[in-house]
């Protein structure tokens, strides 16, 4: 069964940093694209960033480029998001969603995400 | 960036009924499009993708159609546990999100 649990979250000034965490389980994670996606409190969706199985394709929002950076370590079945420079349109539930089927295709399996607080 | 539009914001059914769910791109997404659907507290789940195919156990009362730039999702029969707010995604490019629409109980 397909795991994703993140971790990480909480309450940071704006201009601070965050770093969360996702670690994953019941697949063979060093094949599978990663995502994440936030979600604002009582708003949609809204995607974040990518990465390849091998992190040699990155990509970005441009609400967060050059901001937030995406990695994973593929030993340690876990992906990560450095989060930079916050501002308070950060605030969000993160959530990290794999591509199963597609590495360029929907969002299959999702974990249950990591609340993120900006406010002084 | 490609916008998508969900409508109706709000859809107020009764159980039983079915309910039609649209979604339109700004520009051709060929049959890039996934639906999901968001309980309360809970992660989104995938129900429909490649615009009509349904995702591993989902019910045959899901039902997705169209293309290019117009999309539907039908659910044939309500049932109580399908009340929550389902999103239109394209991923024919950078992932973008409808707003989604709320299915309420009538």
């Known amino acids: 069964e397909v795991q994703l649990v993140e971790s990480g979250g909480g309450l940071v000034q704006p201009g601070g940093s965050l770093r969360l965490s996702c670690a994953a389980s019941g697949f063979t994670f060093s094949s599978y694209s990663m995502n994440w996606v936030r979600q604002a409190p009582g708003k949609g969706l809204e995607w974040v960033s990518y990465i390849s199985s091998s992190s040699s394709t990155i990509y970005y929002a441009d609400s967060v480029k050059g901001r937030f950076t995406i990695s994973r370590d593929n030993a340690k079945n876990s992906l990560y998001l450095q989060m930079n420079s916050l501002r308070d349109e950060d605030t969000a539930v993160y959530y990290c969603?794999?591509?199963?089927?597609?590495?360029?295709?929907?969002?299959?399996?999702w974990g249950q995400g990591t609340l993120v607080t900006v406010s002084s | 960036e490609i916008v998508m539009t969900q409508s109706p914001a709000t859809l107020s059914v009764s159980p039983g009924e079915r309910a039609t769910l649209s979604c339109r791109a700004s520009?051709?997404?060929?049959?890039?499009l996934a639906w999901y659907q968001q309980k309360p507290g809970q992660a989104p789940r995938l129900l429909i993708y490649g615009a009509s195919t349904r995702a591993t156990g989902i019910p045959a009362r899901f039902s997705g159609s169209g293309s290019g730039t117009e999309f539907t999702l039908t659910i044939s029969s309500l049932q109580s546990e399908d009340f929550a707010v389902y999103y239109c995604q394209q991923y024919n490019n950078w992932p973008t999100f409808g707003q989604g629409t709320k299915v309420e109980i009538k």
């Open positions: 969603a794999v591509n199963y089927y597609d590495s360029s295709g929907p969002l299959d399996y």
């Open positions: 520009q051709s997404v060929s049959s890039n």
